[in-house]
């Protein structure tokens, strides 16, 4: 009575399809005539209009000496809204141009957008979870790590520090700036790690010193092109 807002009078003696959401009468319909042990998801319409999501577990029994139907049904409402709210919540993370990994206190990770899957070589359809995030890192960098626990404890966030990791079963090293913060995760904290490929960056960077100092080696050696020159003309 309480999941359909119905009263006694409205419910027993009645065709329970009537109660059923119109678009998931035929597979409610199904399951009669089946009339096996199963459990399935279906729609009500509650008798104040509004709609509910129910898991329905049947039994197929002898109730009074004939082949009955016993439903047990309970309201996942709440469970459909998280779904749907995760669903979104991932694919605004896999719409995130940057890597986002997600792990907890002791660095399990539970899950990584497609980006991050992409930064550690993990193929379609593969996944991460339940690795460590420590054995992508290097072990140089493993208790700068650590030490940021403290700082995440007092502040909620780090940005900015700088690690290099490197791909299971290959021997390329990225350069990383990693920005985390604390969550709430399956009613649990958790830590987000937003991570940034600076492999690029350091290499155009390198690119750049190695331009400015060859320019100088230039400059130089024009500076002692001339001295020469002016000696010579001394002489």
């Given at each position: 009575y309480?999941?359909?807002?119905?009263?006694?009078?409205?419910?027993?003696?009645?065709?329970l399809?009537?109660h059923?959401?119109?678009?998931d009468?035929?597979?409610?319909?199904?399951e009669?005539?089946?009339?096996?042990?199963?459990?399935?998801?279906?729609?009500?319409?509650?008798?104040d209009?509004t709609?509910?999501?129910a898991?329905?577990k049947g039994h197929?029994i002898?109730?009074?000496?004939k082949?009955?139907?016993?439903?047990?049904?309970?309201d996942i409402?709440r469970?459909?809204?998280?779904?749907?709210r995760f669903?979104?919540?991932?694919n605004m993370?896999?719409?995130?141009p940057?890597?986002?990994?997600?792990?907890?206190?002791?660095?399990r990770?539970l899950?990584s957008?497609?980006?991050?899957?992409?930064?550690?070589?993990?193929?379609s359809?593969?996944?991460?979870?339940?690795?460590?995030?420590?054995?992508?890192v290097l072990?140089?960098y493993?208790?700068?790590?650590?030490?940021d626990k403290?700082?995440?404890d007092?502040?909620?966030?780090?940005?900015?520090?700088?690690v290099?990791?490197?791909r299971?079963?290959q021997?390329?090293i990225?350069?990383?700036?990693?920005?985390?913060v604390n969550i709430?995760?399956e009613?649990?904290?958790a830590?987000?790690?937003?991570?940034h490929?600076?492999?690029?960056?350091e290499?155009i960077?390198?690119s750049e010193m190695?331009k400015q100092?060859?320019?100088?080696?230039n400059?130089?050696l024009?500076w002692?092109?001339?001295?020469?020159?002016?000696?010579?003309?001394?002489?």
């Amino acid at each position: 009575y309480t999941i359909f807002r119905k009263s006694k009078e409205e419910i027993l003696d009645k065709n329970l399809l009537h109660h059923v959401h119109p678009e998931d009468v035929a597979k409610a319909k199904e399951e009669i005539q089946k009339n096996r042990k199963i459990v399935y998801e279906l729609r009500v319409v509650r008798g104040d209009g509004t709609i509910v999501y129910a898991e329905v577990k049947g039994h197929p029994i002898i109730y009074k000496g004939k082949k009955c139907r016993l439903l047990l049904i309970r309201d996942i409402s709440r469970r459909k809204l998280s779904e749907s709210r995760f669903r979104n919540y991932f694919n605004m993370m896999n719409a995130f141009p940057e890597a986002v990994f997600i792990h907890d206190r002791s660095g399990r990770i539970l899950l990584s957008n497609e980006r991050g899957n992409k930064m550690l070589g993990v193929n379609s359809g593969d996944t991460i979870a339940g690795t460590n995030v420590l054995q992508y890192v290097l072990p140089e960098y493993h208790e700068a790590l650590r030490s940021d626990k403290e700082k995440i404890d007092k502040m909620g966030a780090v940005t900015g520090r700088f690690v290099r990791i490197k791909r299971p079963g290959q021997n390329e090293i990225m350069s990383v700036e990693v920005s985390i913060v604390n969550i709430e995760w399956e009613n649990g904290p958790a830590i987000m790690a937003i991570c940034h490929d600076t492999s690029l960056e350091e290499q155009i960077e390198k690119s750049e010193m190695a331009k400015q100092v060859m320019q100088s080696i230039n400059e130089h050696l024009q500076w002692e092109i001339n001295e020469h020159k002016q000696l010579e003309g001394k002489l």
